[in-house]
């Protein structure tokens, strides 16, 4: 398996991202289209775009809410489990003071850049995104939905 980093972290299911949506933006696009190319079915391609268009919707949120929805408080739990194996205390308040993107960004730092980065994010409010770009030893999490 290839060695996760900044560059490789994001993950797509090539089902959903690479045929399903394609092929739901692709009969759109054809149904917006034969709207206004076919006069004589024109109230039908308004049904069929305005279905597909549901469909579109309806599967980019209801697999977004569920699987991130659940992710996110695992990876909140983690934070909050890794804090106490590394400090041997609760996390409560240190957790009230970050933001989610910080605290899922920490995940990808092993424990001894982790204290470093904590404190930076606490310190100096450093975003998601710049933890990430200062992890030296990126610690991979290839369970990422």
């Known amino acids: 398996m290839i060695q996760q980093n900044y560059k490789n972290h994001r993950k797509f299911y090539p089902p959903h991202h690479f045929i399903y949506l394609p092929l739901l933006i692709f009969l759109e696009v054809f149904g917006i289209y034969k709207i206004w190319d076919d006069h004589e079915?024109?109230?039908?391609w308004?049904?069929?775009?305005?279905?597909?268009?549901?469909?579109?919707?309806?599967?980019?949120?209801?697999?977004?809410?569920?699987?991130?929805g659940l992710q996110n408080r695992?990876?909140?739990?983690e934070f909050k489990q890794r804090y106490f194996e590394i400090f041997g205390k609760r996390s409560d308040e240190t957790a009230d003071k970050l933001r989610f993107d910080q605290i899922a960004a920490l995940r990808f730092a092993y424990d001894e850049e982790f204290k470093e980065l904590l404190y930076r994010a606490i310190h100096e409010n450093i975003s998601g995104d710049e933890i990430k770009r200062s992890i030296k030893n990126w610690k991979a999490d290839h369970e990422r939905i």
């Open 41 to 44: 079915n024109r109230l039908i």
């Open 46 to 68: 308004i049904l069929f775009s305005l279905i597909l268009f549901l469909l579109f919707y309806l599967a980019i949120m209801v697999r977004q809410h569920y699987a991130l």
């Open 74 to 77: 695992m990876i909140k739990l």
